[in-house]
């Protein structure tokens, strides 16, 4: 048993950033369709904008930044 970090670039501002697979928010580029992680800064920059046009705020959950239990992993 363990805990698993992914790490990757955030899709919003291209930093590096470690979150949990399963939880971390995301959002689907609409060149690729793809859904690409993002990270908190680029969650707190987006909710505002979001609220204004009428969608609800993205909210990660408490565990999407922190490593995930391997057994949860598929
Ligand atoms: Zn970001």
Do not use: W
Request: charged share 25%; net charge negative; hydrophobic share 35%.
């Amino acid at each position: 048993m363990g805990y698993a970090f992914v790490t990757s670039a955030c899709f919003g501002c291209k930093r590096l950033f470690c979150y949990n697979p399963i939880r971390v928010p995301s959002i689907r580029d609409p060149a690729t369709g793809q859904r690409e992680p993002i990270c908190q800064a680029c969650v707190n920059r987006a909710n505002p904008e979001r609220i204004k046009n009428g969608l609800d705020p993205i909210v990660p959950a408490p565990d999407a930044y922190e490593a995930v239990d391997e057994a949860e992993l598929p």
